[in-house]
T-cell receptor, first 116, second 113 residues
Framework: GDSVTQMEGPVTLSEEAFLTINCTYTATGYPSLFWYVQYPGEGLQLLLKATKADDKGSNKGFEATYRKETTSFHLEKGSVQVSDSAVYFCALSVQMSGGGADGLTFGKGTHLIIQP | NAGVTQTPKFQVLKTGQSMTLQCAQDMNHEYMSWYRQDPGMGLRLIHYSVGAGITDQGEVPNGYNVSRSTTEDFPLRLLSAAPSQTSVYFC????????????FGPGTRLTVT
């Protein structure tokens, strides 16, 4: 079945450091890929997405590129802030042959802690 | 727009009790789904619906029922609560499914004793 593997944390960085959170996937079809962020006590919010190979999603200084050849969708940010502290989830959805899709498949989440 | 709303925010049940978690969206989205979030497990899909009157099972459907009588509402029923159902439950909706953003509710934290 479909699966998402991401580095598990916690990941602790200093403010203004460079961030990479690795995400790789296996999928039977042609997935769309997502990064969601969850702040403490809240639901998930979409951070960025990419729907086909070589697409780059970007938002709030975060970027991720859909790499079909390496089945990866790594999240990067050049200079993190304390306000970026949260849990980050990589996820995919695959369109079924009949046109439907059975929701998102999530990685286990990466807890990011940014220290001032 | 209120987006996706969930009630209650917190709930404590005794083993064997039943209850319904409510979920509503006001964005006229076709697709709605329920997930549970457990420590170290990420989110796992319980049930989903691609439109009113249509539901299907996700990865972990046992012990839960759903129905979709209207576009707006997608309640999740726990038939006979068990401690293994202690979790945080999230409802989500999207315009459709493939490639579209899913909007998540704030969650319901359920404890079964």
């Amino acid at each position: 079945g479909d699966s998402v593997t991401q580095m598990e944390g916690p990941v602790t960085l200093s403010e203004e450091a460079f961030l990479t959170i690795n995400c790789t996937y296996t999928a039977t079809g042609y997935p769309s890929l997502f990064w969601y962020v969850q702040y403490p006590g809240e639901g998930l919010q979409l951070l960025l997405k990419a729907t086909k190979a070589d697409d780059k999603g970007s938002n709030k200084g975060f970027e991720a590129t859909y790499r079909k050849e390496t089945t990866s969708f790594h999240l990067e940010k050049g200079s993190v802030q304390v306000s970026d502290s949260a849990v980050y989830f990589c996820a995919l959805s695959v369109q079924m042959s009949g046109g439907g899709a059975d929701g998102l498949t999530f990685g286990k989440g990466t807890h990011l802690i940014i220290q001032p | 727009n209120a987006g996706v709303t969930q009630t209650p925010k917190f709930q404590v049940l005794k083993t064997g009790q039943s209850m319904t978690l409510q979920c509503a969206q006001d964005m006229n989205h076709e697709y709605m789904s329920w997930y549970r979030q457990d420590p170290g497990m990420g989110l796992r899909l319980i049930h989903y619906s691609v439109g009113a009157g249509i539901t299907d099972q996700g990865e972990v459907p046992n012990g839960y029922n759903v129905s979709r009588s209207t576009t707006e509402d997608f309640p999740l029923r726990l038939l006979s609560a068990a401690p293994s159902q202690t979790s945080v439950y999230f409802c989500a909706s999207s315009q459709t499914y493939q490639g579209y953003e899913q909007y998540f509710g704030p969650g319901t934290r359920l404890t079964v004793t």
